[in-house]
């Protein structure tokens, strides 16, 4: 597994935008799936966005596309999510989490977690 940790949230009005990190720690970053996924209080973590391994492929939540976009630099071992046009109901801890392998869209599929960064997004 790789030890990743998030880094980028904060507190924001409607319609902002805000970028996260995700740095990781390994010997084989390059060959990891990447994956964001964010969880409300006392809702259900939720699939947001992922990136296969070379960033060729990518993969978004019905609710973000055309506002999020992520993307990895492999040289810098990390993986972005670039939050525009934010609304309120994104507000939530959003975490990284890395597979290696293919990834996925659901937290089962993914082997390795980040400990979260705070998106608060106000009306």
């Known amino acids: 597994q790789v030890r990743l940790v998030e880094s980028g949230g904060g507190l924001v009005q409607a319609g902002d935008s805000l970028r996260l990190s995700c740095a990781a720690s390994?010997?084989?970053?390059?060959?990891?799936?990447m994956a964001w996924f964010r969880q409300a209080p006392d809702k259900e973590r939720e699939f947001v966005a992922t990136?296969?391994?070379?960033?060729?492929?990518?993969h978004y939540a019905a609710s973000v596309k055309g506002r999020f976009t992520i993307s990895r630099d492999n040289a810098k071992n990390t993986v972005y999510l670039q939050m525009n046009s934010l609304k309120p109901e994104d507000t939530a801890v959003y975490y990284c989490?890395?597979?290696?392998?293919?990834?996925?869209?659901?937290?089962?599929?993914?082997?390795?977690w980040g400990q979260g960064t705070q998106v608060t997004v106000s009306s």
């Open positions: 989490a890395a597979d290696l392998g293919f990834g996925g869209n659901v937290p089962s599929d993914f082997d390795s």
């Open positions: 390994g010997r084989t970053f390059s060959s990891y799936a």
């Open positions: 990136i296969s391994w070379s960033g060729g492929s990518t």
